[in-house]
């Protein structure tokens, strides 16, 4: 226990209060600019990031949707094409059709859930993704299996080395949409948090704060010992 002494005064105690007059700042309740909001090496935030990986996945599946129809477009102009081949590639040619509206579909709900802020809209893209990234394991193993089973060559080699780096790749955009989910779920909480401080701002009054102690303490025993 500290005792004052004559030329160590007390130090004054105030009783604590937290302004609530007027707007309150949501960056005075919650760091939005955070490091654990910001990707590649902490020089971009998540949102920008994710907004950044969603365009150049639009970018990827309308390239990819290009080449299709030109193969389909292609295909269908062979006069030496049978029937059967020609059912084959059709239903091939709607299967990938169908693949590339539903990437499309999760990266536009994906974009648009970062720009209205509302993270729910991320959550069908982190789940397709990783069970992407699940198959895109399951298919590298047996690829290595069967790779380490026959004679590789350095073809094989090279797919499954591209495979590894595309699933990291992938994993890693997935842990950047992930942060910003996380992200969008704290400043909801936070604006949640200020509106109700400006509920409560204007029944929040000033506390009458006690006198000095030199002002009371000290100066009764100084006029006891008068006394």
């Known amino acids: ?62 390239a990819f949707l290009g080449v299709v129809l030109y193969g389909i477009a292609f295909h269908s ?6 029937l059967s081949t020609g059912m084959s590639s059709d239903r091939l040619a709607s299967q ?26 991320l959550l069908p893209f982190i789940v397709f993704s990783i069970f992407a990234i699940f198959l895109a394991f399951l298919q590298m193993t047996s690829d290595l299996i069967r790779t380490t089973q026959q004679r590789a060559d350095s073809a094989s080699l090279g797919q499954i ?16 949409i992930w942060r910003c989910y996380c992200y969008l779920g704290d400043k909801k909480v936070a604006q949640q948090i200020k ?21 009371t303490v000290i100066e009764k025993k100084n006029q006891l010992s008068a006394a």
């Not at 509106?195 to 002002?215: K, S």
């Open 96 to 121: 990938l059709l169908a693949a590339i509206s539903l990437q499309l579909t999760l990266v536009l709900t994906m974009m648009y859930g970062i720009k209205a802020e509302r993270r729910g809209f």
């Open 1 to 62: 226990m500290t005792v004052p002494t004559a030329n160590k005064p007390r130090p004054q105690y105030r009783i604590p209060h937290f302004p609530l007059a007027g707007s309150p700042n949501i960056d005075a309740i919650w760091d939005q600019d955070a490091d654990k909001y910001k990707a590649l090496f902490r020089s971009v935030h998540v949102t920008k990031a994710s907004m950044y990986i969603g365009v150049m996945q639009l970018t990827i599946i309308v």
């Open 161 to 176: 080395l591209s495979h590894l780096v595309g699933m990291f790749v992938h994993m890693w955009c997935v842990a950047v």
């Open 77 to 82: 102009g062979s006069l030496h094409e049978t």
């Open 195 to 215: 509106d109700n401080l400006q509920t409560t701002a204007p029944f929040v009054c000033e506390y009458t704060q006690p006198p000095p102690y030199e002002n």
